[in-house]
């Protein structure tokens, strides 16, 4: 860990920054919970991504990057060292088949552009509720659509500072997976090759989507999406309700009566309460079914 100690120290080598030391990720998390970052920033440039990377790097400072966190949860110890939040370098360029998205951009907002813009392809991301880096990062997808099917190239930032471009084919995406997961670059955009089609379609899809979403998901709890990754072979969800886990709950963190695989924060939950739940779940299913659950939701933080 570095020298710097304060909130002063941060401030007087970034005064343009805005940076807040012991900030409450649990305000940006939407499972509503989690611990402190040491310091949070929320630059709005690439010129201000690459003094933090290169100040991290050369202090040994930890540093962590958080889209929408939309799909975490941070331990209640919080996060050591500098955390960034790209929430604000949301940028959209539409042309005429592709579009090019700041990496804090919402990937719904995407979509929205691409239908307005009468391109097809993201539809089945009109309710994830993440940022264009989050998407990459986890290569999101729904209704049999992925953000590998779309991504044409992502430009990112190493841990050392160098900028480059990576085309679809280096990003080695898989199921909820991408190379990011590996070697811990800052996307900072994505381009997004699509195809000319009628707006009233992609409209008519996406609507489609919302609704069952909305039919099934317990949307209107704090939740960090589907849990658990699907198990070959069988469906997450099924084997939770199959176990007779909905509806579990361990301190705030239930498991969710209307859709099995979303834990929501019924008030006043933790992380650790997220965590129990998780184990739990985990073990009862392997007890009944011998399938071990592996979760699709980062946990991250001091343990
Ligand atoms: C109600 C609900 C519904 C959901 N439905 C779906 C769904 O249908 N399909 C699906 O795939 N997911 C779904 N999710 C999960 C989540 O929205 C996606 O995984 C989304 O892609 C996460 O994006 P984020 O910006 O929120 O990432 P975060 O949660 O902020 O971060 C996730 C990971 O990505 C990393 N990361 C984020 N941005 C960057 C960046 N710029 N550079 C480097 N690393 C970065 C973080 O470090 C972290 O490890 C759902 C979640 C909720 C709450």
């Known amino acids: 860990m570095s020298n710097l100690k304060t909130r002063k120290d941060l401030d007087q080598v970034f005064p343009e920054i805005n940076i807040t030391s012991n900030a409450a990720l649990s305000d940006f998390t939407n499972t509503d919970t989690g611990g402190p970052a040491d310091w949070l920033a929320f630059p709005t440039s690439i010129e201000q991504v ?22 975490l949860i941070v331990n209640d110890k919080g996060i050591a060292g500098l955390v960034i939040i790209l929430t604000q370098m949301n940028q959209i360029t539409v042309s005429t088949d592709r579009i090019v998205a700041q990496a804090g951009a919402p990937i719904i907002a995407v979509s929205e552009a691409a239908c307005t813009a009468g391109l097809t392809g993201l539809e089945f991301a009109a309710g994830i509720p993440g940022s264009v880096g989050g998407a990459v990062f986890m290569n ?33 995406f898989g199921y909820r997976h991408s190379s990011v997961q590996d070697n811990h670059q800052v996307i900072l955009s994505a381009e997004f090759q699509l195809v000319p089609g009628t707006v009233a379609t992609i409209r008519a899809q ?9 039919q099934k998901q317990p949307l209107e709890w704090p939740s960090c999406g589907s849990v658990f990754k699907r198990p070959v072979g069988y469906f997450a ?67």
């Open 50 to 71: 690459q003094q933090l990377v290169d100040f991290t790097f050369e202090n040994d400072i930890d540093l962590t990057v958080i889209g929408n966190a939309s799909n």
């Open 206 to 214: 996406m609507d489609d989507f919302n609704e069952r979403r909305a």
């Open 237 to 303: 969800g099924r084997l939770i309700h199959d176990a007779g886990l909905q509806g579990y709950t361990s301190g705030g963190a239930q498991v969710s009566k209307k859709h099995a695989g979303f834990i929501i924060n019924i008030g006043g939950g933790t992380a650790t309460d997220y965590v129990n739940v998780i184990k739990h779940v985990q073990s009862e299913v392997y007890r009944q079914f011998g399938v071990h659950l592996e979760t699709e939701v980062r946990v991250i933080g001091r343990q």
């Open 140 to 172: 999101a997808g729904a209704y049999g659509g992925e953000t590998k099917d779309v991504v044409k190239k992502a430009t990112v930032m190493t841990r050392e500072g160098e900028i480059k471009t990576i085309e679809n084919d280096e990003l080695d």
